[in-house]
T-cell receptor, first 113, second 112 residues
Framework: NAGVMQNPRHLVRRRGQEARLRCSPMKGHSHVYWYRQLPEEGLKFMVYLQKENIIDESGMPKERFSAEFPKEGPSILRIQQVVRGDSAAYFC???????????FGPGTRLTVL | EDQVTQSPEALRLQEGESSSLNCSYTVSGLRGLFWYRQDPGKGPEFLFTLYSAGEEKEKERLKATLTKKESFLHITAPKPEDSATYLCAVQAGTDSWGKFQFGAGTQVVVTP
């Protein structure tokens, strides 16, 4: 039973480019969450999605960041016009339902040059 | 404002030297408290969920307990493979069911 999968594991972008991070939840899980971890900081909640719906985006920056979880395919976290401050590890988690424990993927480490 | 505070920030233990990590929280209406361990370069690995004061969960050398204001993660007779950063997260009643608020973590190093 495969766990949460994220790709790419490492992503390098130049300032102004777009970054697309993908997350495939565990089998049977329909709830997906994205978190960001800056160096020497804790995990910060970004967004919570169910299939085709954004449930809570209270942690998402208002500009340049967007997320989706389509009916078919992985969840996507998209960062437009990246800046150096976007460099961080981005983790995706999934759960079978709301309020359950969340299972995390290995993360995508984004470096903005 | 909701807060989750973990202490100490770092802990260095000799193999076999038991200790406890603390996670104190001030949130409105705790729904659940979750413990994770995170190894360098990896995603957090789920350990325990606690829902109500007085609840305890145990797994191998780890035991988690919960009161109305804090949770403890006890590590009994640790081994070097217990070295990791331990994270606690809370789910508050004022937030959506999906939002976890994490503490900054306690970095544990166990030396042989």
């Amino acid at each position: 039973n495969a766990g949460v999968m994220q790709n790419p594991r490492h992503l390098v972008r130049r300032r102004g480019q777009e970054a697309r991070l993908r997350c495939s939840p565990m089998k049977g899980h329909s709830h997906v969450y994205w978190y960001r971890q800056l160096p020497e900081e804790g995990l910060k909640f970004m967004v919570y999605l169910q299939k085709e719906n954004i449930i809570d985006e209270s942690g998402m920056p208002k500009e340049r960041f967007s997320a989706e979880f389509p009916k078919e395919g992985p969840s996507i976290l998209r960062i437009q016009q990246v800046v150096r401050g976007d460099s961080a590890a981005y983790f995706c988690a999934s759960s079978p339902g709301a309020g359950n424990e969340q299972f995390f993927g290995p993360g995508t480490r984004l470096t903005v040059l | 404002e909701d807060q989750v505070t973990q202490s100490p920030e770092a802990l260095r233990l000799q193999e076999g030297e038991s200790s406890s990590l603390n996670c104190s929280y001030t949130v409105s209406g705790l729904r659940g408290l979750f413990w994770y361990r995170q190894d360098p370069g990896k995603g957090p690995e789920f350990l325990f969920t606690l829902y109500s004061a007085g609840e305890e969960k145990e797994k191998e050398r780890l035991k988690a307990t919960l009161t109305k204001k804090e949770s403890f993660l006890h590590i009994t007779a640790p081994k070097p493979e217990d070295s990791a950063t331990y994270l606690c997260a809370v789910q508050a009643g004022t937030d959506s069911w999906g939002k976890f608020q994490f503490g900054a973590g306690t970095q544990v190093v166990v030396t042989p």
